[in-house]
């Protein structure tokens, strides 16, 4: 899917598709967030299965195909009646004559000319001289039974045909999927997922076991998928590569994937740097692409590049470093993937800041966060290359460049995977709390 084109920053200066390198602004951090989710037209509805249609957001208003019920049917059973009773028993069917009975059983189609359903408590069938089977109520009918239309599910009765029973834009529970089969549907047209290929870079890297010195243990292989599936992409199984241009050419080449299949978006890890090893830019210009944002204004993930190749594959090159990767994810890929999903860029929260938060020139810094009673508190452990602060985060403050005193408003962002969305501005609360340290 192409981009809309290369865009024009709120600054008003046009987007500079050049490494932004240590001390070197970059996009700032709002703002690259705000492209990343205008860059892209949402992808088309795509038709699933119902079975599949669960959690998917429906494209298109979901009406019966006909009336709900689409006949009269029993509610119980026994017997469809015309009239109020005795009645003489028919094998008919389809029709019932005055003073006629025919059985039925729940959800049987009731005869023409019934006028109620009696229950099969409530009747007891004799035989006159004749040996004709007689109908009527026995002791433990109530007074006034059958009532008329009693023990009728009337057709129409749940919802008239053409009448729209699941508006778009729903997300669809089990109950909304039960409902469109009942409404005579197979397949519901829902908001595309955008499919997403994962490139893992670096030759120093490890999958399984305990790396030796110089050897890295992959954070982003066992969890990206994951995540990305919670940012509303598909992920695909990753693909490893090593450090070579090559290799990250023929990576970010074209897809051989069937149509229907193609990736939308593919993102790498790892070689986002200066360094001879980092190919990123190089191979997206070799293979005619074209870089739509390079480098922010933020800390850590500062080097971060969103590109797009000639096919309309969108690239987000997360930097090596694990922490700063996820903190690239957040700005670059969760924009993107809320925009082809046809979803809404989710608002930055806010929270009043637990603590003072030293400026960093002009970047934002995203510092993990523990949100307790409205309160952001920054996680130690939160280095570029470390995991262990945000295993333990609830958000990520978005540090104004000219830093957070505590007990101010700060912006805050929850992680996907938080289940806490506590986020709220506490007036006049003032929290102590030690200095946070550039
Ligand atoms: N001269 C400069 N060097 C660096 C700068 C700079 O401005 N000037 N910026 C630093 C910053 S900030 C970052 S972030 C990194 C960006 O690095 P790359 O995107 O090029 O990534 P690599 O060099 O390939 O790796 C960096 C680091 O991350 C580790 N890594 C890579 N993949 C994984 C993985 N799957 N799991 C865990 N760790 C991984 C890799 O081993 C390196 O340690 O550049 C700085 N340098
Ligand atoms: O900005 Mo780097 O992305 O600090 O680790």
């Not at 009975?101 to 005869?111: D, E, F, N």
């Not at 955008?194 to 890295?216: D, F, K, R, Y």
């Amino acid at each position: 899917m192409l981009a809309r084109g290369i865009a024009t920053g709120s600054s008003g200066t046009t987007l500079c598709p050049t490494w932004h390198g240590a001390g070197q602004r970059g996009t700032a951090w709002s703002e690259a967030r705000q492209l990343a989710f205008d860059f892209p037209v949402p992808l088309p509805p795509v038709s699933v299965p119902l079975a599949l249609a669960s959690g998917r957001t429906l494209a298109r208003d979901v009406a019966a195909q006909q009336n709900l019920p689409h006949y009269s049917s029993s509610a119980m059973d026994g017997w469809a009646v015309n009239g109020s009773g005795p009645w003489t028993l028919s094998e008919e069917r389809r029709t019932l004559s005055p003073d006629h009975a025919s059985t039925i059983a729940t959800g049987g189609l009731v005869p023409t000319g019934a006028t109620s359903i009696l229950r099969k408590e409530s009747g007891q069938i004799t035989q006159d001289a004749d040996g004709k089977l007689l109908l009527a109520l026995n002791d433990r009918a109530q007074a006034g039974e059958p009532q008329l239309g009693q023990h009728i599910r009337h057709a129409g009765e749940e919802a008239a045909a053409g009448e729209v029973l699941i508006p778009a834009g729903t997300v669809l529970n089990p109950a909304h999927i039960a409902l469109a089969a009942v409404a005579g549907h197979d397949e519901l047209q829902v908001d595309a997922k955008p499919l997403v290929a994962i490139v893992l870079t670096g030759a120093e890297v490890v999958s399984a076991g305990i790396p030796a010195p110089g050897q890295v243990r992959d954070t982003f292989g066992p969890q990206l998928g994951t995540v990305i599936s919670l940012l509303g992409g598909i992920p695909e199984n990753p693909h490893r590569i090593g450090d070579s241009y090559d290799e990250w050419l023929s990576a970010l080449g074209s897809s051989e994937a069937p149509p229907g299949e193609q990736p939308d978006v593919i993102i790498t890890t790892g070689g986002t740097g200066p360094s001879g090893t980092d190919h990123l830019r190089r191979a997206v210009a070799a293979l005619g692409g074209r870089v739509l944002l390079d480098g922010i204004a933020m800390r850590p993930g500062h080097p971060a590049v969103l590109a797009e190749l000639p096919d309309g594959r969108f690239v987000v090159g997360l930097p090596g470093n694990p922490l700063a990767a996820m903190m690239a994810l957040t700005t670059l890929a969760e924009p993107l993937l809320a925009a082809l999903g046809n979803r809404s860029l989710r608002a930055v929260g806010q929270a009043i800041s637990g603590a003072d938060i030293d400026p960093d020139r002009d970047r934002t810094r995203l510092i993990p966060c523990r949100i307790i009673h409205g309160l952001a508190f920054p996680i130690s452990h939160t280095g570029p290359g470390m995991m262990r602060g945000l295993a333990w985060a609830d958000g990520i403050i978005a540090v104004p460049p000219g830093g957070a005193q505590a007990g101010e408003p700060v912006p805050v962002l929850h992680l996907p995977w938080t289940t806490s969305k506590e986020t709220t501005v506490a007036a006049n609360t003032r929290a102590r709390g030690t200095p946070w340290h550039a």
